[in-house]
């Protein structure tokens, strides 16, 4: 007669190895300490390229605001720098005022790194939506491409990435 057995490899010894040596844990906590330190500089640059191209559509969308308003309302709106009236700093915001002074809407910059430069403070569109002027900010961010709005005399409102 035949007697059927388990081969010996196949049963579990008691001494059988339930969890990690701590040598096994060290080793894997070094590797996804080296992969953090490589990623999280990456990192950055990315989240600095987001909040710079965020704050870029914010002040495109503020400029487009204020000429289709004045086509809509058939006189001057105004887009401005700064938050407490015109003549501010593109960096801390922009506003878009009517012609009666009132604030149409507005937008803060809360990133400190963000750098803005204009050759205009403030630009005035008429009731046929242009200009009083062409404007040109520069946006950037150290280490990060700048990028432009501009307003045309035309009146159309863009923005490019610059090269460096």
Known sequence: MFTVTKPPELTRSPRAQQGFTLFELVIAMTIVVILVTIAVPGMRQVIDSN??????????????LARSEAIKRNEPVAFCAGLDGCGGDWEKGWTVRDADGSVVASASNK?????????????????????????????????IKTRSLKISIAGSVYSEKDDQ
Do not use: C, I, Q, W
Request: hydrophobic share 30%; charged share 25%; proline share 2%.
């Open 51 to 64: 909040r710079l191209t965020a704050y870029t559509n914010s002040m495109l969308s503020g400029a487009h």
């Open 111 to 143: 990133y400190s790194k963000l750098k803005a430069s204009g050759d205009k403070t403030t630009v005035s569109f008429d009731g046929e939506g242009l200009p009083d002027g062409s404007l040109k900010l520069d946006l950037s961010v150290e280490g």
